[in-house]
Antibody, heavy 115, light 109 residues
């Protein structure tokens, strides 16, 4: 059974940093592109970052230069390093496995940026 | 920037057919995907590559594409289908970028 379990969320002050983790199981992690997607309370989904099987990384303009996605295939783990956090980054962050047959999502971890 | 446009809400009675649209100029060039999200839960894929249905998704869910619009159709809507539905696609301009529609709240009356 495919499982994605996010962790590392919490309360952080504006300007602070946080590192999210996603533990994957039930599939060959190294063979899939992986993504982070966020959702502010009551709002829609926003793609945050992606990492390919070769380690190539991609970001939208809203987080480029502040967020860094990485993966550790030996540990079946995905990470998101978030720096210079702002109130607007407050959201549930989901990790997702992606391929041409669609994305499979974890349950998410809540990040709250507030003083 | 690339945007996918969905109606904010759709309402149907049980047993009727619900149609949720998603529009963008680039949709003829890229596949669309549909996700169902119930309150407090993660999104779940219900349609991929415009019209393919994943295993485990009921047959009442179907997808279609015509020009710059893709449509999610739920035939014989059931109360359990009440949820938010999001379309998803990729930017076709050469930039690696994924985008989601704003979401449609399906209400079963």
């Amino acid at each position: 059974e495919v499982q994605l379990v996010e962790s590392g969320g919490g309360l952080v002050q504006p300007g602070g940093s946080l590192r999210l983790s996603c533990a994957a199981s039930g599939f060959t992690f190294s063979s899939y592109d992986m993504h982070w997607v966020r959702q502010a309370t009551g709002k829609g989904l926003e793609w945050v970052s992606a990492i390919g099987t070769a380690g190539d990384t991609y970001y939208p303009g809203s987080v480029k230069g502040r967020f860094t996605i990485s993966r550790e295939n030996a540990k079946n783990s995905l990470y998101l390093q978030m720096n210079s956090l702002r109130a607007g980054d407050t959201a549930v962050y989901y990790c997702a496995r992606g391929d041409s047959s669609g994305w499979y999502w974890g349950q998410g971890t809540l990040v709250t940026v507030s003083s | 920037s690339y945007e996918l446009t969905q109606p904010p809400s759709v309402s149907v009675s049980p047993g009727q057919t619900a149609r949720i649209t998603c529009s963008a100029d680039a949709l003829p060039k890229q596949y669309a995907y549909w996700y169902q999200q119930k309150p407090g839960q993660a999104p779940v894929l219900v349609i991929y590559k415009d019209s393919e249905r994943p295993s485990g998704i009921p047959e009442r869910f179907s997808g279609s594409s015509s020009g710059t619009t893709v449509t999610l159709t739920i035939s014989g809507v059931q109360a359990e289908d009440e949820a938010d539905y999001y379309c998803q696609s990729a930017d076709s301009s050469g930039t690696y970028f994924w985008v989601f529609g704003g979401g449609t709240k399906l209400t079963v009356l």
